[in-house]
């Protein structure tokens, strides 16, 4: 785990409310694997207070050396606040931090879906799978509200993914919920995915995981939580999972620390969709 | 970073003596492990663990924080692992460290409070007990133990009477007069008090009309408090006859002598460990620069030198 | 800006009935006069003047407020013209506006109030009396009313039986627990309870070791103690069997929605006004946005409906 | 009294503390008064919370129309940031406020005391006399702590001002306080000013008023309080004035409200120097 200041390369609105931001810090773009992730503090100010988590969205080992690029969506003040961010500014990163994606053991093949946003941690993902020599078919099935949500499809073409759209309003792919869609096409194919990764809003994950345990797949699940240290140390990131053998309590694990990736079958899902 | 000047930051509370006033705040800084790659534990004056009672806890369910202006809203709900797995898990790894470790411990009732303490007693590697009140009385329905002196007198006896190890009685703010509850504390043989804990608080979502807390209320820590921080301690101080530590708020070194120069003898760090995890290393360093500017050698010549007109 | 929609912002407080809830609280709009330009006062609510006493009063002497995170102290020390200069000349001023004028005023004595009560009832223009009692009471050896039931009863009934005017008891936080001064309050016949006043606090300059208050101690308001308002009104809410008023570190009309959201059917709004002049007209255009978002027509479809888990 | 959003021109250091910084406001412009001030809120945040008062230094009536400038010093957090914006962004500013400085009754001499940062409001000052036809002879005695406080000497030199300088350290001019300097000038004069116009530290500001009272000579001291409102809402910014005729009570003024700029005689001064 690392403290640092990080100089921004450039930080280019790719729609409405997404942006792209590359920084240089070669000490964690060397140590971060997929699905970890970054406590990010956004200036030097007490107003918002907590650090942000985002995840690496691209890792660019050689150009520069040592950098990479988050993608992120304006939702609240501190993304606000990041997106007004120049280049030539500097965040502060704590990390790498947390449990990322396990890699596929077999060479088998490949399901990514995102939600939104969700898409941020799966190019990363996508590349390390690749380089690691995975010749399975790979698929992504990307679902957003609209067509503005669906960025970064060319890349995951150009790594040899299939991608399937959906989106709420037809206006890109097809129209509905990806994960509607999904179990149709899966129940139609003739062999499974070895294994399902995924990210996005907390209903779209609840149902890949019912959906990936009814087919018998595993699933890697990269989970959300309001965040107070990141690290294990305050408690707050709590995420309802399977409690040990014999006890009845609830079990609350850390997002920050036990995840944020989870196997699907750890979760215990909640009605409310927080 | 400290030189070989001749500058002391060592204090003493009662039996308690530390080689630098900055400690970190239990529930901050989970049990040391989780920031020891960046904070080397043996630089900080001493490190309070996360709160533990006689059984483990699972915690409210989340959402269990919320930022506000200038602080957050927690309700984990004291969540921990319990004494057992913190004797068998953390303690071995703790007490080898050349740090004070002091545990932070509450219970349902006041027995609970007296078995913790019993039971810590005996244990390798605490240097103290720090007694958190700020928890519901089951027995009482609920109510807060810390906003009762008899509660505040009984717990503290209770502890007192079970151990050796320093006692710290930690105060919470939610009273009307922070004085009286100091002195049962203090009546009942604690050896140090600390505060404040955090400020009872709440936060809604206009959108969802929903608490922003699945507890609805939570304790508000952060820079937000160091002004009712800083004026508990300084209404302590001047009644007590025992050392206090002032906590609430403290983001810097500029807020750290604050609560020294109206008379705290060390202070914790909280929630700034989250915003910048170095935090404690720059206040250590930051209070030696501070003294060494003014041609003073030992951080006893600030502590209480407030200037009232 | 308000269209001729259907949408209706009234609401009633007991005896009084407002146009819209966003009233400014006292101390933090002068008389009304100095805003004016900015802020019609014929928009608002209502409007709480400064507070009044019998005498006039000088106030502290400087420095009277110091900044923190999220919030400011002040420590003004009640300055205001008195009770003679108020009527001879800020009423004839407010007298003519078409907007509900409180007056809020205070005593160092339980008959200070009920003085100022009955010199008030007579006066034209006045639409109700909002009692601080976050004063110390210089019989009581400087103690603060606020915080003991008994003399909150004895504030109470003072005012309540020499006026006929509606009478506001504006509580004070620094208390174990609010329900029970709200209780007091309700139960000596207050018609509708306001909170909160500010939250007793304090700050040092490190460099000088003096405090940044020349009176040490001040009242801490802004956007960094609105979780605790939050939770209080809530607490008092669900107790209360009068109207509440709800304030303390409203910014924003999220912030007001909050207050609404847990049961306040009114908000004030203080040291937001020396931000940003134009708060409350957004705040108020702001209900109406939110109720026109959600196809609602009444402001009293939203007050109260926090959804608890 | 405004509030309106204001456009930077530009915001340039003149020495490492100072800046000056141009904004755009017509309406602002064409009503404010020398010596009144504007209360700038920094950015649209809450941290730091409060407006910072100012005042106008230079007013630039046709370039471009209705802008003028401030001067301000670095001092803590909220010039800080003032000192990080650019050309294009805004502040909001709330104003004109205040009693300003009132122009000298007969064509005499005019005395200008500067104390450090306590020159901001005077250049605009001297415009404002010289262009009233002022033709008396003007002095300025301008004090800092080294030469580069020492700043826009020139400017008052073009509007014919005789220009004396103090510097603490001796680095430029003479060295000491200005205070002992001037009375030391002042009693070798043959004619004695009519007024003397001042700002400064209140130190410096109670030496300027006492030696005016001792020689007769009227003072007008623009002052400074810490300041919630700025508009006499808060009653904050008390300044110790003498009370009203029969009365015991100390009497506070509102430095926002009643000032800032007081006559020596009312002043009642206190022995800290805050
Ligand atoms: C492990 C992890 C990785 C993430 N990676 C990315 C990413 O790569 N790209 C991206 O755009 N977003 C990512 N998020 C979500 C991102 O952290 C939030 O969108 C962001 O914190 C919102 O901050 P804000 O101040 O703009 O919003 P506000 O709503 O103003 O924030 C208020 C508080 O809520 C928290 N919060 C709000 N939304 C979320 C959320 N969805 N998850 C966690 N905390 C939240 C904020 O951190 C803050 O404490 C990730 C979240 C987690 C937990
Ligand atoms: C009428 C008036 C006109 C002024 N004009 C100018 C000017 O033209 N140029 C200039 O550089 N300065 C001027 N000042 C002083 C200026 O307002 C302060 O330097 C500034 O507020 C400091 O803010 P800060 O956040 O950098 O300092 P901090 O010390 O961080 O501020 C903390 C608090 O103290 C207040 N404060 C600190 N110093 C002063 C001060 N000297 N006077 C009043 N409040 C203070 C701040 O406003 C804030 O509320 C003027 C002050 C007044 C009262
Ligand atoms: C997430 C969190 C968990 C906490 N857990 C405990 C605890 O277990 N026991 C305790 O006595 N105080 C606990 N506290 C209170 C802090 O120790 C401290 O008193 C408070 O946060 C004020 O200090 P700060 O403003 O520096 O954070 C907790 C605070 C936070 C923010
Ligand atoms: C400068 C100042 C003066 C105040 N004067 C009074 C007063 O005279 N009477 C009173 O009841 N409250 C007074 N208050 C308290 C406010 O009315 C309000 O209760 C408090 O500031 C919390 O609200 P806020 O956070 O919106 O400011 C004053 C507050 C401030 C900041
Ligand atoms: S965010 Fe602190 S434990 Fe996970
Ligand atoms: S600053 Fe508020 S009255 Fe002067």
Redesign the interface.
């Known amino acids: ?3 640092r200041n990080a100089k921004i390369l450039f930080n280019n609105p790719v729609s409405l409310e997404l942006y792209h931001m590359a920084l240089v810090c070669p000490d964690i773009a060397a140590t971060i694997q997929p699905g970890q992730f970054l406590m990010v ?1 956004i200036q030097d ?7 942000r988590p985002f995840a690496v969205h691209r890792l660019y080992p050689n150009d520069p050396p040592g950098s990479f690029e988050m993608l992120y969506k304006v939702v609240g003040r501190g993304t606000q606040l990041l997106s007004n961010m120049l280049a030539g500014d500097s965040v502060n990163l ?1 990390g790498p931090l947390g449990r990322g994606f396990r890699l596929p053991e077999e060479k088998g093949s490949v399901l990514m879906v995102a939600g939104g946003i969700g898409i941020a941690p799966l190019p990363y993902l996508a590349e390390t799978i690749a380089a690691s020599g995975c010749k399975g078919p790979s698929v992504l099935w990307f679902g957003g509200k609209n067509s503005a949500d669906l960025v970064c499809v060319q890349h995951f073409n150009d790594l040899g993914f299939t991608v399937q759209l959906v989106t709420e309003d037809g206006s890109e792919g097809r129209k509905g919920l990806v994960t509607g869609h999904l179990e149709q096409w899966l129940t139609q194919q003739n062999e499974l995915p070895g294994v399902i990764y995924s990210c996005g809003p907390y209903p779209m994950q609840r149902s890949v995981a019912e959906m990936a345990a009814r087919l018998g797949i595993s699933s890697q699940l990269s989970m959300e ?16 999972c399977r409690p040990p053998e014999g006890t009845q ?4 694990a850390n997002v920050c ?1 036990d995840g944020p990736v989870f196997d699907g079958e750890e979760i215990v899902w909640d009605e ?1 969709s ?1 | 970073m400290a030189n070989d000047s001749p500058i002391s930051l060592t204090v003493e509370l009662g039996p308690l003596r530390l080689k630098n006033p900055v400690m970190v705040a239990s529930g901050t800084f989970g049990y040391g492990q989780e920031y020891a790659e960046l904070v080397p534990p043996e630089r900080l004056g001493a490190m309070v663990v996360k709160g533990i009672s006689l059984e483990p806890r699972s915690g409210n369910p989340p959402p269990r924080i919320w930022e506000t202006c200038g602080g957050m809203l927690n309700a984990i709900g004291l969540q921990n692992v319990g004494l057992r797995a913190f004797v068998e898990e953390k303690l071995p790894w703790l007490n080898p460290l050349p740090v004070p470790v002091i545990v932070n411990l509450f219970g349902n009732t006041v027995e609970e409070y007296g078995k913790l303490a019993a039971a810590l007693d005996g244990q390798e590697g605490i240097a103290g007990l720090e007694i958190n009140i700020s928890c519901p009385n089951v027995k009482a329905g609920g109510m807060i133990f810390g906003s009762d002196p008899k509660m505040v007198f009984q717990v503290v006896s209770a502890v007192r009477s079970r151990t050796n190890l320093p006692v710290i009685t930690k105060l919470t703010p939610n009273v009307t007069d922070i004085t009286v509850t100091a002195r049962a504390a203090q009546d009942a043989g604690t050896d140090i008090l600390s505060l404040i804990n955090t400020v009872a608080g709440m936060a809604v979502d206009a959108q969802t009309r929903q608490p922003r807390l699945a507890n609805v209320v939570g304790g508000l820590s952060g820079p937000a408090i160091k002004p009712i921080a800083l004026r508990m301690v300084w209404q302590v101080v001047q009644v007590s006859t025992v050392p206090v530590i002032g906590l609430g708020g403290i983001v810097s070194v500029e807020d750290a002598l604050e609560f020294l120069i109206v008379g705290a003898k060390a202070i914790q760090v909280g929630t700034a460990n989250f915003i910048n995890p170095g935090v404690t290393l720059e206040i250590i360093d930051g209070l030696e620069d501070y003294l060494r500017q003014r041609n003073l050698e030992d951080i006893n010549e600030i502590i209480g030198t407030l200037e009232v007109p």
Chains 1, 4 share one sequence.
Do not use: I
């Open positions: 785990m690392l403290l503090r100010r007490l107003d918002p207070l907590l650090r704590l939580a309001l965040m107070g240290c990141g690290v294990g140390a305050c408690l707050s990131c709590s995420l309802r309590e609830p079990h609350y620390q409310s927080s």
